[in-house]
């Protein structure tokens, strides 16, 4: 973990309003929803003032005059209220965990939708961990913003509202002192709310650091316990979770003070009420009930402010999160389609490097002015030292990335004419490391090709000579593969990976050096399937292990972003030049023995 620091975005002004408009539009495709659960909560508010009213009518015209009548009236109105109130509880309730679910369900998907959308630039510099965090926790964090967060403030303004409202009805002049306490308990909220918002933005930033951190170890387990490295991790580990707690109890501070304060404030409100209030009764200006009620009602507005110390960090909580959340579905891909790009095209054409630049950072060129022409159906390879430029020629060629300077042709046209559908649906690659998806090996395989038949798919296995290895297992086919393929070798997970992108019968064949980790007999069937594979169709190899490109049409060896040599094998070899020397080091090496013991 001690590597594990990106640039991420800082946050350190004030929430504005377009923030929380934001949020508030999730709630706009279930409007309709929304409107209902907001007038069940302003219902029961209602409700609870009218119900304070009543029992002041109660004490004043029933109790205290002795008119029994008219207090069974209140009494049964009070209780029809009350049924009206519990099946309004009981709605919006209801309605608060459909909308959270809805709400958390479509700000997931369009996270996930839009990061398919983003290019490779954005998953270089942003690990796996971050990203989770956004779509998780973080985005749950929003839903329960726009649900129970509403209650709380619907409520809040709702009940201070109404208290006001039949406050100024009993006694307007005793309600214009609480008016007073109002101003200055929103200015101490807004006080706290600067510390409180600043503390969970460090929170929300630690936790998406502790999830990339907990990604790491638990992918790296392997290499974590081989080298004896859980002291150090857990070391580094306490380093970050010690500042996520500092800053949760920072917040927690804040939030635990802003309660007394308020309390202080409310407790001089209820002492100037009971004082003049006293005064009104005995000079016969105010009524015990209105008295009463006046008590009541202060303690309705006071619970919501109160509450606010609660309310107030979960929503900054909240907040600092949907920045986050923001952030990323505002992070436009760096590869786009150009207006008017077409959507159908053929790859089995020329393919022109002319001219091309291209770096992943700013001042360090990967590729300098390069110049390369791939015939239609030509076999290429690619070798040279690592770094040198040989995998990003297969990225541009693919469009995961765009040259910032000259320009790419299929067939004469630039190939930014077309969509970067058009392109990646025509070029199977199988790369280094092969990755497949937690299901069976059938579902793997028609990961290539979504509509494929068993039978399409049994003849990619055979051709990629996976089919004599999967027909041995117990399920065959059905044979579930584990998270990530941890069921199977990593050869066969190769020629599965290879059969996948047989399957989706592409235009382009492209192997970035997918037999660099597997032993002699993976390589021969891998190296049997390939042969197959690659008549008839354009194929790209990437290899380090040179005994499998020897015969490819044309070798070219790649330095610092040039073509040094180009050949076929027989032609670079008698030239004793670089690869030459490649060669001839490599075949000295698998010709040396281990000493005897």
């Known amino acids: 973990m001690a590597d594990f620091h990106i640039e991420e975005e800082e946050f350190t002004s004030q929430v504005h309003g377009r923030i929380i408009l934001r949020i508030i539009s999730l709630l706009k495709p279930h409007l309709l929803w929304a409107l209902g659960f907001l007038f069940l909560i302003a219902l029961v508010s209602v409700l609870d003032a009218f119900f304070t009213y009543i029992s002041k009518l109660m004490i004043d015209q029933g109790i205290l005059k002795g008119d029994y009548q008219e207090l069974l009236k209140l009494i049964l109105i009070y209780g029809g209220l009350a049924l009206i109130q519990a099946a309004s509880v009981f709605g919006f309730i209801f309605l608060a965990g459909i909308l959270g679910e809805r709400v958390q369900y479509d700000l997931r998907k369009k996270m996930f939708d839009h990061l398919q959308t983003l290019s490779f630039s954005y998953f270089d510099r942003t690990p796996v961990g971050w990203i989770m965090s956004r779509v998780t926790s973080d985005s749950g964090k929003i839903a329960e913003l726009v649900t129970w967060g509403l209650v709380d403030v619907t409520w809040a303004i709702m009940n201070i509202g109404t208290s006001l409202i039949f406050m100024f009805i009993i006694h307007w002049r005793l309600a214009l002192i609480v008016l007073a306490v109002v101003p200055v308990m929103v200015w101490v909220a807004v006080l706290f709310q600067r510390k409180i918002l600043e503390q969970y933005r460090q929170v929300r930033k630690q936790n998406s650091r502790l999830t990339g951190g907990y990604n790491e170890m638990i992918t790296g387990v392997r290499v974590i316990k081989a080298l004896c490295r859980e002291e150090q991790n857990l070391e580094e580990f306490s380093l970050e979770a010690g500042s996520m707690y500092r800053a949760s109890y920072r917040a927690a501070w804040f939030s635990a003070l802003f309660l007394p304060c308020v309390q202080i404030i409310g407790s001089l409100a209820l002492g100037a009420i009971i004082w003049y209030g006293g005064l009104e009764k005995?000079?016969?200006?105010?009524?015990?009930?209105?008295?009463?009620?006046?008590?009541?009602?202060?303690?309705?507005?006071?619970?919501?402010?109160?509450?606010?110390?609660?309310?107030?960090?979960?929503?900054?909580?909240?907040?600092?999160?949907?920045?986050?959340?923001?952030?990323?579905?505002?992070?436009?891909?760096?590869?786009?389609?150009?207006?008017?790009?077409?959507?159908?095209?053929?790859?089995?054409?020329?393919?022109?490097?002319?001219?091309?630049?291209?770096?992943?950072?700013?001042?360090?060129?990967?590729?300098?002015?390069?110049?390369?022409?791939?015939?239609?159906?030509?076999?290429?390879?690619?070798?040279?030292?690592?770094?040198?430029?040989?995998?990003?020629?297969?990225?541009?060629?693919?469009?995961?990335?765009?040259?910032?300077?000259?320009?790419?042709?299929?067939?004469?046209?630039?190939?930014?004419?077309?969509?970067?559908?058009?392109?990646?649906?025509?070029?199977?690659?199988?790369?280094?490391?092969?990755?497949?998806?937690?299901?069976?090996?059938?579902?793997?395989?028609?990961?290539?090709?979504?509509?494929?038949?068993?039978?399409?798919?049994?003849?990619?296995?055979?051709?990629?000579?996976?089919?004599?290895?999967?027909?041995?297992?117990?399920?065959?086919?059905?044979?579930?593969?584990?998270?990530?393929?941890?069921?199977?070798?990593?050869?066969?997970?190769?020629?599965?990976?290879?059969?996948?992108?047989?399957?989706?019968?592409?235009?382009?064949?492209?192997?970035?050096?997918?037999?660099s980790s597997v032993d002699a007999l993976s390589e021969a069937l891998i190296q049997n399937g390939l042969e197959a594979v690659m008549k008839g169709r354009t194929s790209i190899i990437i290899a380090h292990r040179l005994s499998t490109i020897r015969r490819a049409e044309r070798i070219l060896v790649i330095e610092n972003g040039h073509i040094v040599e180009q050949g076929s094998h027989t032609e670079l070899i008698g030239a004793m030049g670089r690869y030459h020397s490649l060669y001839t080091q490599q075949f000295r090496q698998s010709l040396l023995l281990p000493p005897l013991a």
């Open 282 to 515: 005995i000079s016969g200006e105010m009524t015990l009930g209105g008295i009463q009620a006046f008590i009541f009602y202060v303690a309705f507005m006071l619970w919501p402010i109160q509450d606010l110390a609660r309310v107030w960090a979960s929503m900054q909580n909240a907040l600092a999160s949907a920045e986050r959340v923001f952030s990323l579905i505002d992070s436009n891909p760096e590869v786009q389609d150009r207006a008017g790009a077409g959507d159908h095209c053929s790859l089995l054409k020329v393919i022109d490097f002319n001219h091309v630049d291209f770096f992943y950072e700013q001042g360090k060129p990967v590729l300098e002015d390069f110049n390369l022409k791939i015939r239609q159906g030509e076999s290429l390879a690619l070798v040279g030292p690592t770094g040198g430029g040989k995998s990003t020629i297969i990225n541009l060629i693919c469009r995961f990335y765009e040259p910032v300077g000259g320009t790419i042709l299929f067939g004469g046209v630039d190939y930014l004419r077309y969509t970067q559908e058009a392109i990646q649906s025509r070029i199977g690659i199988v790369l280094q490391t092969p990755h497949l998806f937690s299901g069976s090996i059938e579902d793997n395989i028609r990961f290539g090709r979504l509509e494929a038949s068993l039978k399409e798919i049994e003849t990619a296995a055979r051709l990629s000579c996976a089919h004599e290895f999967i027909v041995k297992m117990d399920k065959g086919y059905e044979q579930e593969v584990g998270e990530g393929g941890s069921l199977l070798s990593l050869g066969q997970k190769q020629l599965i990976c290879l059969a996948r992108a047989v399957l989706s019968d592409p235009d382009i064949f492209i192997m970035d050096e997918a037999t």
